[in-house]
């Protein structure tokens, strides 16, 4: 899996988000600042569908953005 980082305000918070198409492997990124509502990745845009992937106790859930 790859990591990518979007710089969405210069804000210092961080969150993860996983692009999810199908049965295809996410990709996920590091996002700075406030989460978009969507996200340019290799020539797609993804939206947020507001589900998150919950990643236990010591860690923030991950936002799910799909493709539009």
């Given at each position: 899996?790859?990591?990518?980082?979007?710089?969405?305000?210069?804000?210092?918070?961080?969150?993860?988000?996983?692009?999810?198409?199908?049965?295809?492997?996410?990709?996920?990124m590091?996002?700075?600042?406030?989460?978009?509502?969507?996200?340019?990745?290799?020539?797609?845009?993804?939206?947020?569908?507001?589900?998150?992937?919950?990643?236990?106790?010591?860690?923030?859930?991950?936002a799910?953005y799909?493709p539009?």
């Amino acid at each position: 899996m790859a990591e990518y980082v979007v710089d969405s305000t210069g804000d210092n918070a961080a969150h993860g988000v996983d692009l999810i198409e199908g049965d295809e492997p996410a990709v996920r990124m590091i996002v700075h600042g406030d989460l978009p509502a969507t996200i340019d990745h290799d020539g797609r845009t993804w939206a947020r569908t507001g589900d998150a992937e919950d990643q236990g106790d010591d860690a923030p859930p991950i936002a799910v953005y799909r493709p539009v």
